[in-house]
């Protein structure tokens, strides 16, 4: 049986078969994984060497901001800090003018972003 189609075959030199290319070409049609599963490994794990810095980064801004206190500081703050009664607190703030109140922008830490654009 023939072909409906017949195969053009190009002619090509016996030197052009053993060019890097063909030879490249060749393995291609052979192996579809260098085509398609080696570019992803490889993407997945570069991306993963990329992305520790960032991440790094990142736990070092948290860490900047919550660290954890000295006894001293602890105690400092424990001596500082006044007596809370609740009744006393509802009648302070209920004493205050609500109406009359200026909007102000907290002031951010040195080098954090301040929102902005």
């Known amino acids: 049986m023939g072909r409906a189609f017949p195969i053009k075959r190009i002619f090509r030199p016996s030197?052009?078969?053993?060019t890097i290319?063909?030879?490249y070409r060749y393995q291609l049609a052979r192996r579809p994984f260098l085509v398609f599963g080696l570019p992803f490994l490889t993407t997945m794990v570069a991306a993963s060497f990329l992305l520790t810095p960032v991440t790094a980064i990142r736990y070092e801004r948290h860490d900047r901001k919550v660290r954890q206190m000295t006894r001293e500081e602890e105690l400092s703050l424990a001596a500082?800090?006044?007596?809370?009664d609740v009744k006393e607190e509802y009648y302070r703030l209920a004493a205050?003018?609500?109406s009359d109140w200026e909007q102000r922008?907290?002031?951010?830490l040195p080098g954090e972003p301040d929102g902005v654009l």
């Open 15 to 18: 030197s052009a078969a053993n």
């Open 21 to 23: 290319g063909a030879r």
């Open 80 to 84: 500082n800090r006044r007596k809370v």
């Open 96 to 98: 205050k003018d609500l």
């Open 105 to 108: 922008r907290v002031k951010r």
